[in-house]
């Protein structure tokens, strides 16, 4: 293979053999595809080399070589035929993924290059480079010196793409729509075995499978195998996804750097290779096992497939924003795999079906199954949330060749009716204190949007209706009644809900003494909202009580229940780091119907969404260590920006998993508006408190409008 050549002569085609799938997962009975193979007896862990050491069917020659010896590695590549080199080195688990891999290809391919590419760190071995090169038409030596168009190959080891340093270029490609590709791996080997399989043709005929733990819809008939919310808590994932060959497979649950959740079922990404000292990782890196039952993990570099779609919060963190030590990330375990194309998330996302459907009609002519992804995404996340590691996947078919003039062209929007969601318009903590949680557009503090459709209330008019700030003696009513709205009438509260009555009886009372009869009457408009305000005050410390008892109380899942029925505005950058140093962005997501409350989240590229608030509500602000030994206490000071004067209602909400004990219950303030009112709790941890990446949330009250935010931290094991 000589220097800047691709893979030529490839062998014969081979197609596993076939048995039918279980009726539970197929999709329909009219599709031409082949059935689907789950052979009976699933292995019970990553078959080891030798278990498939004769190559890709009797007598004919292995598409990969593994090498120890980098002499070795650069005379095969020089040789310039045969089996694709790998330079796999003292890296003996990677012959697992090796192994499997002979079962998912079936020949070579000459891939479609990227425009443009670049190397981020040390050079790379001369015969590692030579077949990187061809992956790209051009090559620049620096991020900052790529070009305004084309798509964009980033390469480099793991610990050399550090997200702080290539965190410009990720959200200059997804404000335009280009491509954007990873070539990456844990070291240097991992990266050659990537490199190795963008030659790789996928066998034909493999199926194309979503597994999901939260699509309850019907099952999508562009995919072979569908397994949704309920099928996932009733059939062994485990089977269906190690027992057969995929030619694209999306795995979709809850779940964060080293795990993506499936029923009773965990995708994992611990790893064989050797653990980073001094760096946290989950309970197993402890010794204390896994919080699923080991037979129900599957490993990700055990999923035979071409394209494998990690959907889940964190599944991509780059360098610098992982929480967990490299051994334990599912993306680094799934790329030691198969699997020539991984798409994982770099922070938090709500993706749910319309990205997974966006994700199976994508075709090549996209340009990355991660733009589909994204774009489709944008009304909820307007931020480069999934990423793509490798070219595009050979499971995608032939594509026209790319060029720069297609960065702009996008393909038909799967769920345009849903709103303007097609406009891109988008301009790992190592301190031991910080700030976090600050909200932004429509709150106190926080930077405004200046577009036409940011409703403010209504100016004042000398009865305390519609003032804002320390001149307010009443919750003004507009917003008030947008709060209750919201609260009563979009569904997020349930017919019992305990506070039901009382809100609704507040939400009659605003109605009633909004007449202007009332609210222009100078002697009638005083006794009335006085009367509110007492019991608008009063809801808040009832609401306040819920949240320090109950974590799970329904009006706490307002992010999320009115983000996924809102679209976003475009982001903002704010002054103020988030508690890890790095920057933040905040925008208003409006409700697609009134009684949709508007919102604000404030996200971190290495954090998350670290603040979610009704618009116009109390700005936090949390300082608190990053890390704490089990048995020890961390000590947090909320800080808290009331829009007008008032009392505060403050507290913190744990997660059930984290064994801690909150003190106070709850603190009360009397606020000045536009000025810092301080509060401080400490977080007792339990001496078992198992180590591993938790977080709390802060959370603030008043007027009925709720704010929330969400600090990392790290248990360490008690010394």
Known sequence: MNALSTPTAPPATRTPAATNTPPAVRTSAARTAPAVTIPANTPPAVPTSAAAGTGPGAGQQPLFAPYTSLGDYTRAVAGGRGPLPVFTGPRTDLLDGIALAEEVYSGLRTPEPCDTGVVAGGPLPAALNALIRPLARHWVDD?????????????????????????????????????????????????????????????????????????????????????????????DVRQIALGQVWRRVLFHGNGKDDQLNLGQFTLCGASPAAAAPGMPGPRCAYGLGCTKPQDKLIPARGIRAAELVLANCFSGALAGHAMYDPKYLILLNALDGPAQTVVATLTACDGQRPENLAWLTATADAGSAAVAMNRQLHDINPYPAFVQAGLQ??????????????????????????????????????????????????????????????????????????????????????????????????????????????????????????????????????????????????????????????????????????????????????????????PLRSYRRHGRVPAIADTVQTVCARCGDVANAHTGAVELRVKAPAEAAAGSTLHVVVEAVAPRDGTLNLGIVLPLYLDARVGPVLRRVDAVAGRRAHAEFTLDLAPRATPQAYYFCPFAVQDLGVSVSRVHFTVLPRP
């Open 143 to 235: 991020p900052h010196d790529l070009p305004d168009t084309g798509s964009v190959l980033l390469v480099g080891v793991y610990a050399d793409l550090r997200a702080d340093a290539v965190q410009h270029t990720l959200d200059a490609a997804h404000a335009t729509g280009r491509p954007l590709s990873l070539l990456t791996g844990r070291d240097v080997h991992s990266l050659s075995w990537m490199a190795a399989k963008q030659y790789a043709r996928v066998t034909p005929d493999a199926p194309v499978g979503v597994l999901s733990e939260l699509d309850t819809a019907a099952p999508a008939p562009q995919a072979d195998v569908w397994l949704g919310a309920a099928d996932v808590h009733r059939l």
């Open 393 to 582: 996947s050979s499971g995608l078919g032939p594509s026209r060749p790319h060029s720069p003039a297609d960065t702009h062209t996008r393909t038909a929007d799967a769920f345009e009716s849903s709103g303007p969601l097609n406009s891109l318009n988008s301009p790992g903590c190592s301190g031991s204190s910080g700030i976090s949680g600050l909200s932004g557009p429509g709150t106190a503090g926080g930077a405004r949007e200046g577009s036409a459709d940011t409703h403010e209330d209504v100016p004042g008019d000398g009865t305390g209706n519609g003032e804002e700030g320390a001149a307010a003696p009443y919750p003004p009513l507009h917003r008030l009644g947008a709060r209750l709205s919201g609260l009563l009438d979009s569904g997020l509260l349930g017919p019992d809900y305990p506070l039901r009555p009382r809100l609704r009886a507040l939400a009659d009372t605003v109605l009633r003494d909004a007449v202007r009869t009332v609210a222009r009457s100078a002697p009638d408009a005083g006794p009335a909202l006085a009367a509110i305000a007492a019991e608008t005050k009063s809801l808040d410390l009832a609401l306040a009580h819920r949240f320090a008892k109950h974590h799970d109380d329904p009006v706490l899942a307002f992010p999320t229940y009115f983000g996924e029925r809102s679209t976003a505005g475009t982001p903002v950058a704010l002054d103020t780091p988030c508690a890890c140093g790095r």
